[in-house]
């Protein structure tokens, strides 16, 4: 172990080691988290600009934040989205474009119906309603579009903004919120949607601490490599010694 080629090949396991070690220390130092938002913080209702960007993806711990924003809903605009569930049961959310300022929107589920001509008459009274809108209700991340069946290709099966957004009309230069806002108080005869607050999460994330357990044994395993190298070595010349000491006595 003292030649200077298992001298060289320790050096390098030391640099190995040493970088398994620093990306232990990275993955530690994401899993926990030294701010955490206060205890129900995400029940304070705050201003919509004051928690998210039009465009921007919404931080984790604001997942659920309330937040109050005022706009006009644009006509024609009222769509509805199936397989929505209020209280294990299953039906219809009706949601609108709200414009919050001259060419940004955000999408709002209003409120629930337990089935499609309900929603659909909601939406019409929507339609020839008080334009202006007061909104307050939880922000919620958008769920990504979905392929709507063959039969019906303008259904949608889940809350994407995206979607929505390619059936609203005056979207040009349009900027548009990537999370969507779920009301707290429904209109038009809708059913109030059920949001409870989200849960308080840890401020330990388990898998990062397992991530970094993981490159602390990968650093630990980097000096066994270079021990069970050396030791193989060691012990194939001793065996060629014996061979040679052997072959020797029998001559």
Sequence with gaps: MLRGRWIGMLVMCLVVAGVFAWLGQW????????????AGATEQVRPLTDVVEPGAYLPEPLVGQKVETSGTWVPDDFLVVSGRFNDGVEGYWVTGQLRVAERTAIAVAIGWAPDRASADAAADELNSGDPEAT????????????????????????????????????????DVYRPYLASTTASAGLTDIASPAPEEQSPVNWLNVFYAAEWAI?????????????????EREVEEFEDAAAADGSA
């Design 218 to 234: 990968f650093a630990g395993f980097a000096f066994y490599l270079w021990y069970r190298l050396a030791k193989d070595a060691w």
């Design 27 to 38: 993955q530690l130092e994401r899993a926990i988290d030294t701010d955490p938002p206060p």
């Design 135 to 174: 909104i307050t209700g939880r922000l919620i991340s958008d769920e990504g579009p979905s392929v709507p069946p063959k039969d019906d290709p303008q259904r949608m099966d889940r809350m994407s903004t995206a979607a929505l957004l390619s059936q609203w009309h005056d979207t040009d230069q349009l």
